[in-house]
């Protein structure tokens, strides 16, 4: 059968960064609406009912300049928008729109937009829009992060061939492994199997492709919820990759600083350890409530559809694993604070119990003299 021609589609690149420890929204967005006099908004979902699925807090939407791409077959104009979480993620996203192509062009296009703004590309957009906003958003920013830590996504979305078709005839007719895979030469049947696992649709004719990297997401009705979810689940990814690595180097320095206030010792040893186990315990409690706020950036209750896209995406991007580490590196900051304060206790006592016995021997001493 001829190939299906895309009439209606496009291209979206996702790019997030550690941006700060946390994001006031309501300043950032006073902020914005003064710097550019261009209205924001707090993204919500738009087809699925806040009952069923939600922000914990809705993202900042920041409309930006349109960007010139250079593509093997020439230019094109992406549009730009970023959005900034509370918990401090900033999102950069460029669309390309790709209609009037067969389905092989389609994926031409979306590899070529790959390589000339994707994680493998030098461009310098993606630095030069992280720095600009830094700037301008400054003052709303809690301790802004300058990390190398980044996440990528690749979406190609469909929402229209030029005739109608199901999920499972489009399955049979496109061939979607070269799109989700990037690659040229043919895949094993256990590579392609494994490619195709995530797939999910709700009606007859919608269908989304998830993989570590890109997705697919066939939607006729211009729902861009699906998206959000990914998106989300992308940001929460990046949040926890970012703990895991600050209690890696964390955890070392506090081994070290553990046993230079055992080595040092003395009567004010219960005040160094009292004030290691405050340091450890600020540091917990402040993980802890970024974490929570990062686990609860989206309230799935009862819309099943989004929410098994929402847990597909968590396990291929192996959040929970990440999550895991971070709270066994937790438990063990813990178990050390409680083990410095008790020291810390115990010194205090012991110091308290040599006092008093100097105290007596004082006391005797000046009876003795006396007498």
Same mark, same amino acid.
């Given at each position: 059968?001829?190939?299906? *021609?895309? &009439?209606?589609? !496009?291209?979206?690149?996702?790019r997030l960064f550690d941006f700060a420890y946390a994001a006031d929204l309501v300043r950032a967005e006073a #902020?914005?609406? *003064?710097?550019?006099? +261009?209205?924001? =908004?707090?993204?919500?979902?738009?087809v699925t009912s806040p009952k069923a699925i939600s922000y914990d807090v809705p993202p900042l939407v920041l409309p930006l300049e349109p960007v010139r791409l250079t593509l093997a077959d020439g230019e094109v104009t992406a549009t730009a928008t970023a959005r900034l979480y509370d918990f401090g993620v900033l999102t950069i996203a460029f669309s390309v729109?790709?209609?009037?192509?067969?389905?092989?062009?389609?994926?031409?296009?979306?590899?070529?937009?790959?390589? =000339?703004?994707?994680?493998?590309?030098?461009?310098? &957009?993606?630095?030069?829009?992280?720095? %600009?906003l830094h700037e301008v958003?400054?003052?709303?920013?809690?301790?802004?992060?300058?990390?190398?830590? *980044? !996440?990528?996504?690749?979406?190609? $979305?469909?929402?229209?061939?030029? +005739?109608?078709?199901?999920?499972?005839?489009?399955? !049979?007719?496109?061939?979607l492994v070269p799109l989700l895979s990037g690659e040229r030469r043919a895949l094993s049947e256990a590579a392609r199997a494994d490619l195709l696992r995530k797939r999910f649709s709700y009606y007859t004719d919608d269908l989304a492709v998830l993989t570590w990297d890109r997705a697919f997401?066939? %939607?006729?009705r211009g729902d861009s919820d699906v998206l959000d979810v990914i998106e989300v689940a992308n940001a929460q990814l990046l949040e926890m990759r970012y703990y895991d690595e600050l209690l890696d180097d964390e955890l070392p320095s506090m081994y070290d600083l553990v046993e230079t206030t055992h080595r040092i010792g003395g009567l004010l040893s219960s005040r160094r350890f009292a004030s290691l186990a405050r340091r450890l315990y600020t540091l917990v409690a402040e993980v802890t409530e970024l974490t929570e706020k990062v686990d609860n950036a989206l309230q799935v209750t009862e819309d099943v559809y989004l929410a098994r896209i929402?847990?597909?995406?968590?396990?291929?991007?192996? &959040?929970?694993?990440?999550?895991?580490? $971070?709270?066994?590196?937790?438990? #063990?900051?813990r178990d050390t604070y409680a083990a410095l304060y008790e020291e810390a206790s115990s010194s205090r006592a012991a110091a308290m119990e040599f006092i008093i016995v100097i105290l007596i021997l004082a006391e005797v001493l000046l009876a003795l003299i006396r007498h």
């Open positions: 059968m001829p190939a299906l *021609q895309v &009439v209606d589609a !496009e291209i979206i690149v996702y #902020i914005w609406r *003064q710097h550019t006099g +261009a209205s924001s =908004a707090r993204r919500t979902l738009r729109t790709a209609g009037g192509c067969d389905w092989p062009g389609f994926t031409d296009r979306l590899n070529a937009v790959d390589a =000339a703004i994707g994680p493998s590309s030098p461009h310098p &957009v993606w630095s030069r829009i992280n720095a %600009e958003l400054a003052s709303a920013l809690t301790r802004p992060a300058r990390s190398i830590l *980044q !996440e990528d996504y690749l979406v190609g $979305v469909v929402r229209a061939f030029d +005739a109608p078709i199901g999920a499972v005839a489009l399955m !049979e007719r496109c061939d997401i066939y %939607e006729p929402y847990t597909a995406a968590l396990d291929l991007f192996r &959040v929970g694993t990440v999550s895991a580490a $971070v709270d066994r590196k937790l438990a #063990i900051i």
